[in-house]
């Protein structure tokens, strides 16, 4: 059963490019939640998604952000005219239900934008 | 808003001794307190976690101690090994909705052989 895969490892974009990260839940996962990580910083909780639903997107940015889990494929989270304040490293995480269970994270997309 | 504090950012302890990283929290409605290790390159892994009606949890050489009346709990590494070095992360939320918790900055935890 493999992890929580997410892709690409490393996204390099200039300013005003959109990024497209790339997260596929582990098996049997249903729920999907994004984070950010600047460096030297924790974790930032930006959505929660169940299939074809967003739950909780409390943590997105107003503009420029947006997240979707599709019925089929994986989660996408989109960043469109990136900032150099956007470079990070983005974790997805999964989960099989929302209450009293283990999240299992992704390796994270670290993206520079330049 | 949840604030969540966590000293020390960093740490370095002899192979076999003890560590202790705190943490703190300022809503008293938070009820989920867990613990993620962070090695390089990788995500977080959850490591051990608390809920609020307990005030100690204990899994081999980890251990976690909540204090809910001054908002603050523990995490204690016991008989430290090279292979605990990494950076660990305290986070506080509810445990009845999702994953949105707010995580503290960090501390990075060095053993040294």
């Known amino acids: 059963n493999a992890g929580v895969m997410q892709n690409p490892r490393h996204l390099v974009r200039r300013r005003g490019q959109e990024a497209r990260l790339r997260c596929s839940p582990m098996?049997?996962?249903?729920?999907v939640y994004w984070y950010r990580q600047l460096p030297e910083e924790g974790l930032k909780f930006m959505v929660y998604?169940?299939?074809?639903?967003?739950?909780?997107e409390s943590g997105m940015p107003k503009e420029r952000f947006s997240a979707e889990f599709p019925k089929e494929g994986p989660s996408i989270l989109r960043i469109q005219q990136v900032v150099r304040g956007d470079s990070a490293a983005y974790f997805c995480?999964?989960?099989?239900?929302?209450?009293?269970?283990?999240?299992?994270f992704g390796q994270g997309t670290r993206l520079t934008v330049v | 808003g949840e604030n969540v504090e966590q000293h020390p950012s960093t740490l370095s302890v002899q192979e076999g001794d003890s560590a202790v990283i705190k943490c703190t929290y300022s809503?008293?409605?938070?009820?989920?307190f867990p613990w993620y290790k962070q090695e390089l390159g990788k995500g977080p892994q959850l490591i051990i976690d608390?809920?609020?009606?307990?005030g100690e949890k204990k899994d081999q050489r980890i251990a976690v101690t909540l204090n809910k009346t001054a908002k603050h709990f523990s995490l204690h590494i016991t008989e430290t090994q090279p292979e605990d070095s990494a950076v660990y992360f305290c986070?506080?939320?509810?445990?009845?909705?999702?994953?949105?918790?707010?995580f503290g900055p960090g501390t990075r935890l060095s053993v040294l052989p």
């Open positions: 995480a999964s989960s099989p239900t929302q209450m009293n269970t283990e999240a299992f």
């Open positions: 098996k049997g996962h249903s729920h």
């Open positions: 998604l169940q299939k074809e639903n967003i739950i909780d």
């Open positions: 809503d008293s409605a938070s009820n989920y």
């Open positions: 608390i809920r609020s009606n307990v």
């Open positions: 986070a506080a939320g509810s445990d009845n909705y999702g994953q949105n918790f707010v």
